[in-house]
T-cell receptor, first 109, second 112 residues
Framework: QKEVEQNSGPLSVPEGAIASLNCTYS??????FFWYRQYSGKSPELIMS????GDKEDGRFTAQLNKASQYVSLLIRDSQPSDSATYLCAVTGTDKLIFGTGTRLQVFP | DAGVTQSPTHLIKTRGQQVTLRCSPKSGHDTVSWYQQALGQGPQFIFQ???????QRGNFPDRFSGHQFPNYSSELNVNALLLGDSALYLC???????????FGPGTRLTVT
């Protein structure tokens, strides 16, 4: 079993829709959870961090964490073509980040 | 506020050669982690440096080594390069208290 799992996609959504990205993790002791956005050929850019159960909102982004289910999600409201990228879920294990393989999001006009 | 910087941007090496990659952390950060990202994969943790010592190491062979300097900058060295070492090498920094890691632009290494 992979430590952090994501659907590789692509996830295709129309402009203006809500994109929902999901991630599961295997280590119940994980404390910190992050979403990174990575454009093709570029490095990962931190967009959200979440540390406790529930929802955390920042602009068009909402991160959701459910530690009991070992599940993290990212919602992107009013999706724009500029949101088209790979979204990486990362979980901390003893200070190092463990990444999933990423979900490719395509937002079409 | 200076972000994480890495050099060089791109590098082409031949099998068997050695390479050194460099990283300067974000202002105020003292911990540097290195990751390898192969095409289509998520970044894989190589090792982490704090107070000039390697604190953690991922599942990478001894051909991968590093160093951290008193100004918190860091180097990644790879010896006896293999074709499979071709990847994007990422440096990330944060504070020892943990939390959010910020990545540099990466170094694209191609081994031929």
């Amino acid at each position: 079993q992979k430590e952090v799992e994501q659907n590789s996609g692509p996830l295709s959504v129309p402009e203006g829709a809500i994109a929902s990205l999901n991630c599961t993790y295997s280590d119940r002791g994980s404390q910190s959870f992050f979403w990174y956005r990575q454009y093709s050929g570029k490095s990962p850019e931190l967009i959200m961090s979440i540390y406790s159960n529930g929802d955390k909102e920042d602009g068009r982004f909402t991160a959701q964490l459910n530690k009991a289910s070992q599940y993290v999600s990212l919602l992107i409201r009013d999706s724009q073509p500029s949101d088209s990228a790979t979204y990486l879920c990362a979980v901390t294990g003893t200070d190092k980040l463990i990444f999933g393989t990423g979900t490719r999001l395509q937002v079409f006009p | 506020d200076a972000g994480v910087t890495q050099s060089p941007t791109h590098l082409i090496k031949t099998r068997g050669q050695q390479v050194t990659l460099r990283c300067s952390p974000k202002s105020g950060h003292d911990t540097v982690s290195w990751y390898q990202q192969a095409l289509g994969q998520g970044p894989q943790f190589i090792f982490q440096y704090y107070e000039e010592e390697e604190r953690q190491r991922g599942n990478f062979p001894d051909r991968f080594s590093g160093h951290q300097f008193p100004n918190y900058s860091s180097e990644l060295n790879v010896n006896a390069l293999l074709l499979g070492d071709s990847a994007l090498y990422l440096c990330a920094s944060d504070t020892r208290q943990g939390g959010e890691q910020y990545f540099g632009p990466g170094t694209r290494l191609t081994v031929t």
